[in-house]
């Protein structure tokens, strides 16, 4: 059932015009980014030709693209989140949705799957620009592998976040500003205490995908990402197994 509902979510986002929109202006900024680093890496290249263990179009144009990624999506998700519970209140279907023969932990997950699913079309569009590069010479697998990764979990985590904020209210552009409100204070408490050893770098989403943008896959970072994804979805399931027993946010 859970891959039933997540089946649904993905055919309604791919039927949304915003889902298009959201993918297609993606796809123009982050093909910039891309062309501008290529661009940047044949100016430098023959200056590294003389250098020895020098970065390569990996270090130079894919890791970049990867980071550039992140930040651009981290705005997109709760475009995309928005509608996953406030519009079935909106639409007044979650009654008929909660009434069914499931239990909540399966309509949560079957929502956030769908997601997550969506998500994966722009991390393979990156990822495709990138493998693009192969055609004219070689790159490090290594860490296309550990950007793919770590990207991956940093949408997942940033979904979780969307489906929470998405139970708390029955507008989805409120559910959206929330989730967006979310993330940007947790990339900005990175930004604002630069100590790694800083308490607020333990709530930083962003900050945890560092590591795989430099190729490094630590699991402390993988774990950091499961917990976190696991506190939103819990968070979710408790917010509307209370609602059912109190009655519905206005």
């Given amino acids: 059932m859970i891959f039933t509902l997540a089946g649904k979510e993905l055919r309604s986002l791919f039927a949304s015009a915003l889902a298009w929109i959201v993918l297609a202006v993606l796809q123009l900024i982050l093909a910039w ?3 501008m680093r290529l661009d940047g890496f044949f100016e430098v290249q023959p200056r590294l030709a003389h250098l020895a263990n020098a970065p390569g179009a990996t270090e130079l144009v894919v890791a970049p693209l990867f980071s550039a990624a992140a930040v651009v999506l981290m705005m ?5 989140g928005m509608r996953l519970i406030a519009e079935e209140r909106r639409n007044r279907t979650m009654t008929l949705l909660v009434s069914a023969p499931i239990s909540m932990t399966q309509i949560v997950l079957g929502k956030f799957l769908g997601l997550v699913a969506f998500l994966a079309v ?7 620009m990138a493998l693009a590069l ?3 010479g070689t790159l490090d697998l290594g860490l296309l592998a550990a950007n793919a990764l770590g990207l991956a979990l940093l949408l997942a985590t940033f979904a979780a976040v969307g489906v929470f904020t998405s139970s708390l209210t029955r507008q989805p552009i409120i559910a959206a500003v929330l989730a967006l409100g979310l993330l940007l204070a947790s990339w900005l408490a990175s930004l604002a205490n630069p100590d790694p050893n800083h308490v607020m770098q333990l709530v930083s989403i962003t900050r945890r995908f560092e590591s795989f943008n430099a190729g490094m896959v ?3 970072d993988v774990a950091w990402h499961v917990l976190a994804i696991c506190m939103f979805i819990g968070l979710t399931i408790r917010q509307l197994d209370r609602e059912r027993l109190v009655g519905q946010p206005t």
């Fill in 33 to 35: 980014v891309f062309l």
């Fill in 76 to 80: 997109a998700t709760p475009l995309l």
């Fill in 122 to 128: 722009p991390i393979g569009l990156v990822a495709a």
């Fill in 134 to 136: 192969m055609a004219g």
């Fill in 218 to 220: 630590d699991s402390a």
